[in-house]
Each structure stands twice: as structure tokens, then as C-alpha cells.
């Protein structure tokens, strides 16, 4: 066989790995771009807008968290620094007539936020672990203080603009907001991309070593300190991105993005997704994204339960809804699931059940303590009742106890059930 027919050979072997490999990438385009075709409404448009700027944001953090296991409190500053330089770069290439697109802009704050990346990249990256993330949280605040004092950059705190005045991208003047949507979908698509190949990439692996063992990484003979400063600053390129493209939905950049609050927010929603997995962070800005924009519709308290259930999710799932998937691969392929199934409901149903009662009851005494004056009356769970009748109350704690109560009685069969369906050869010790 010539050279050349092992090279054909070869080519022939490795393009339906090729195709495999880039056939979830299609898929995923084909999804986003049927989307507004199945919820045409402009809020349900702008809800997924804000789910793809925060699934940007959330997987440049598990750059830093998951892959190199850098715990920052300050990651939102790159966000926020991305945000303003969109603002100003839209502004000014409106005023001068420069021929830019908008769709360009998200790239340039990208560049800005690496660059700052740069700068307290070089300074706080020397260690990991609590030394890295107090030094964050010093940088984050120092940030947000001179967010007010210099007013060249920050304009006071805040700046806005309207991308509509620019140069239209082939005919596109971004004035209605599925225009803006795929826009943001094509950034989504290209920067999920591009941090998926960061991970397969030399540095991204030698950034899981030096999480996992930074003495063996200088054993090695890497420096344990450049594989976390690159890290870092191809984190705060994303993070940028995401800034721009936040600036360009909203139109507007504030000091708010680069408060610590906004960086516990990412905190949280990359921990609830599972930082130990690619695809988590994005199923956490999901999850975050669809209780803040749905939930808050119906409760004033969804902070709350959003708060008590990152709470749950760290003492009882600290892999995150990523991994509570991915434990059920095995399962899978072994052929088991159905067998957890009536398990799973036994257990489940019952707990959501409680939980929605324990809700019930927090509704009931927030209402009843902070009702406005003369407001007799309340609706929980699409039912209105006097606010002093006690039937409410009753049945809301009925429900609470009978629900958890049940679900903790089945919880011992399916774990019988679940160590059976892992490992198979434990099949004829079932648990009676």
C-alpha cells in the first residue's frame, strides 16, 4: 500500500469522528435558530437573549472554578468592564461615522476585559485557594469604588446607547429583538466553541492538573502560576464578550455588573449547573435564568428560594444538576433505568409535593405580616381566600408534612433500588 492510499485510508477512518464531533454543534445552531420560530413573543425572546449572555458568562467563570480551580468573587468586573467599553466603542463609532458593525463590538470588548484580565491576572494569580479568592474580592471592590470616581470611563456609574444608529450589517439595522437574538446566539455558539477547544487544548488540561495537584504540575516542569494566568485572562475575554453583548441587548452598561453581587450570582449559578462538567454551567444559567424571569412573576420571595436551593444543591448535590445526570449514564448503558423509575416517583413526587406546601406556608406568613394596608385578601397557586380564614393554613401544613414524610419513608427503596440497578451483580439481594 503507496503512502498515499494510507493517508486516503486514514482520512476515510477519521471523518465519521469528524462528523460525530461536529454534529451536536448543528444540532445546537438548528435549535437556536428555530426558537423564536416556536416562542415568537418578544419577552420570551429577550428571556432567551438573557439566557445566552449569562451561559457565556457562567462558562468563562467555570474557566477559572471547574477547569484551573480558581474561586474568584470578582469575575463580574470583566463582565462589566466588557459592558462599558461596548457602550463607548458604540457611541464613538456612531459620532465618527466609522464603518463597524455592531455585530463586530462584542469581539473589542472581549480584547478590553482580556487586557484588564491581564493586568490583575498578573497580580493575583501567583496562588490558588484563599489567597486568589480575597485578593478577587479586594479587586472587585476597589473596581466598584472607582466605578464612582472616575467618570472618564464609568460616566458615574453608568452609560447607555442605542445600536440602531450604526452602520447596518447587510441591510440589518438591529431594531427589532430577533435580530438582536441571533446576534447573540451566533456569539453564543462561537464562544461556547471556542472555550470547548480551550478545554481540549494543552493548556487546558495541564489548567485540570494544576487544580487537581499544582505540586506535580512543577514536578512536571510546568509553572503551575502561567497555566492559572492564561487561564485567567482567556476568562476574561469571555467574560468580556458576555459584557457586550449584555450592553447590546439592554442598550445600557452600569456599576451593577461589576458589584460582588453580581459575581455571587455567577458564583451560584455555575455551582447549581455542577462545575465538574462542561455542559453544567450552561444548565445553570437555564435554571437561574428561567426562576428569575418566571418565577419572580408570581413571589416576591424567589430570592429566597432560589438562595435555599443553591443551599441544598452544595450540601446534597455539590456536583450539581450536571452530575446528578451524569450518574445516571451508567444506569443507562447497563440497560437499569426503568427499573428506578416507580422508585423515583415514589420518592420525588412526594417531595415536590411537601416542598410546594412548605412554600405555601412561607407565602401565607409573608402575606401575613407585610399585606398592605387594607388588602384582605390573597391568590396562591391560582386560588384567592381571606387571608383569615384557616383552612389555607392547615391544608398547607397537611401537605408539607404528608409530603416529606412520605418521601423520607420510600427514600431506603430507592436506595436498595439504585445500588441494584449500578451494579447489576447485586440483583439477587434486593432488599424485601
Known amino acids: 500500500m503507496t503512502r498515499a492510499d494510507q493517508t486516503t485510508r486514514r482520512a476515510g477512518e477519521r471523518f465519521p469522528q469528524l462528523l460525530f464531533s461536529i454534529l451536536p454543534w448543528g444540532l445546537a445552531a438548528l435549535f437556536l435558530l428555530a426558537l423564536p420560530y416556536v416562542f415568537g413573543a418578544n419577552s420570551t425572546i429577550t428571556i432567551m437573549n438573557q439566557m445566552a449572555i449569562t451561559i457565556v458568562f457562567a462558562l468563562s467563570y467555570n474557566m477559572l472554578l471547574g477547569q484551573a480551580g480558581m474561586l474568584s468573587f470578582g469575575h463580574a468586573i470583566y463582565l462589566g468592564f466588557g459592558g462599558f467599553m461596548c457602550i463607548h466603542l458604540m457611541n464613538h463609532f456612531q459620532d465618527e461615522g466609522w464603518p463597524v458593525p455592531l455585530p463586530v463590538l462584542p469581539f473589542f470588548a472581549g480584547l478590553f476585559s482580556m487586557g484588564m484580565a491581564t493586568l490583575f491576572g498578573a497580580i493575583s494569580t501567583g496562588r490558588a485557594g484563599t489567597v486568589f479568592a480575597m485578593i478577587s474580592l479586594g479587586i472587585v471592590e476597589l473596581v466598584a469604588s472607582f466605578s464612582i470616581v472616575v467618570s472618564a470611563f464609568f460616566r458615574g456609574g453608568g452609560v447607555s446607547g442605542d445600536r440602531t444608529l450604526g452602520v447596518p450589517f447587510f441591510g440589518i439595522e438591529f431594531l427589532r429583538q430577533i435580530e438582536v437574538y441571533y446576534l447573540i446566539s451566533f456569539w453564543l455558539i462561537l464562544s461556547v466553541a471556542l472555550m470547548y477547544l480551550f478545554s481540549l487544548t494543552p493548556l487546558g488540561r495541564m489548567a485540570n492538573a494544576a487544580r487537581d495537584n499544582p505540586e506535580r504540575v512543577e514536578f512536571l516542569g ?190 431506603p427503596a430507592l436506595t436498595a433500588a439504585w445500588h441494584i440497578a449500578s451494579d447489576p451483580s447485586k440483583r439477587g439481594t434486593a432488599l424485601l
Not at 423509575?341 to 401565607?364: F, H, K, N, Q, S
Open 222 to 411: 510546568y509553572s503551575a502560576r502561567w497555566v492559572r494566568f492564561f487561564s485567567f485572562i482567556a476568562a476574561g475575554f469571555f467574560a468580556g464578550v458576555a459584557g457586550g453583548l449584555f450592553a447590546i441587548n439592554y442598550e445600557i452598561a452600569t456599576a451593577e455588573n461589576l458589584s460582588v453581587q453580581a459575581s455571587g450570582v455567577i458564583l451560584m449559578i455555575t455551582f447549581l449547573g455542577g462545575i465538574g462538567f462542561f455542559f453544567g454551567p450552561i444548565l445553570g444559567a437555564i435554571l437561574f435564568t428561567t426562576l428569575q424571569t418566571v418565577l419572580s412573576l408570581h413571589t416576591d420571595l424567589w430570592q429566597l428560594y432560589v438562595g435555599v436551593l443553591f443551599l441544598a444543591t452544595v450540601m446534597f448535590f455539590p456536583s450539581g444538576l450536571a452530575g446528578i445526570l451524569m450518574i445516571h449514564v451508567p444506569v443507562i448503558r447497563n440497560g437499569h433505568l426503568r427499573d428506578l423509575v416507580w422508585p423515583y416517583v415514589r420518592v420525588v413526587l412526594p417531595a415536590v409535593i411537601g416542598t410546594l406546601g412548605l412554600c405555601a406556608l412561607v407565602e401565607l406568613i409573608f402575606h401575613s405580616r407585610h399585606i398592605v394596608g387594607g388588602g384582605q385578601e390573597m391568590t396562591l397557586f391560582w386560588v384567592t381566600f381571606h387571608k383569615a380564614n384557616p383552612g389555607p393554613w392547615v391544608i398547607a401544613a397537611g401537605v408539607a408534612f404528608a409530603g416529606i414524610w412520605t418521601s423520607k419513608r420510600n427514600a
